[in-house]
Each structure stands twice: as structure tokens, then as C-alpha cells.
Nanobody, 120 residues
Framework: QVQLVESGGGLVQAGGSLRLSCAAS??????YGWFRRAPGQGREFVAA????????FYADSVKGRFTISRDNAKNTVYLQMNSLKPEDTAVYYC???????????????WGQGTQVTVSS
């Protein structure tokens, strides 16, 4: 069974940094990504990365602050989050089998989610 195990969430002060990790099992995926759901809002695309790691994609809201990467030997994807803002507070979900059509991003598999809280 495909399983995504996330770690690295927690509490951080505005301007600080966190690194989220997602270990995948079951099979190796092409595109991995991260989505988030803020309080009272729907799911929002955050970032995605291609099979080789040569192509990355970011939402405008995090561009320049977040960096997605992957280690294929470990079958793990990371999200380095710098210069965090209170509006980044959300449950962050790892995603595997990420794809896009036009301006819409989706995924075949999802992690359980990890809470990221950024204080003012």
C-alpha cells in the first residue's frame, strides 16, 4: 500500500524556518508536491517537483521563500520553508503522483498532514 509519512511540522516565530520531510513507500513516484489548508480555507497548492528534480513549481504566495527538493535514493521529498509568515499557518499535506492541467493541480496520493503554526 502506498504510504506517505510526514515530519517536521511545529511551531515557529514569524521570520523563522522549518523543513518538512515526506517519506514515501509502496513505489517511486514521478512528481511529488505539497499542498496546504489554512483555517477556514480550501486546499491550496504550494509546490511540486519533477522526477529528476530538475523542474520545480511554486505558488506565487511562497515563491522565493520555500524550496522543494527530493532524494530519490531515500524516496523522500522535502519542503524548506524560510521567512515564514503568520499567513503560512496551515495543515501541510505531502502529495505523490502530482499533476497539473491548465492552472489546476491535483494528486493521486496524500499524506496525513502536519500542522505548521507561525506566530506573530
Amino acid at each position: 500500500q502506498v504510504q506517505l509519512v510526514e515530519s517536521g511540522g511545529g511551531l515557529v516565530q514569524a521570520g523563522g524556518s522549518l523543513r518538512l520531510s515526506c517519506a514515501a513507500s509502496g513505489r517511486t513516484f514521478s512528481k511529488y508536491g505539497w499542498f496546504r489548508r489554512a483555517p477556514g480555507q480550501g486546499r491550496e497548492f504550494v509546490a511540486a517537483i519533477s522526477r529528476s528534480g530538475g523542474s520545480t513549481f511554486y505558488a506565487d504566495s511562497v515563491k522565493g521563500r520555500f524550496t522543494i527538493s527530493r532524494d530519490n535514493a531515500k524516496n523522500t521529498v522535502y519542503l524548506q520553508m524560510n521567512s515564514l509568515k503568520p499567513e503560512d499557518t496551515a495543515v501541510y499535506y505531502c502529495a505523490a503522483g502530482v499533476s497539473t492541467f491548465m492552472r489546476t493541480w491535483g494528486s493521486d496520493y496524500w499524506g496525513q498532514g502536519t500542522q505548521v503554526t507561525v506566530s506573530s
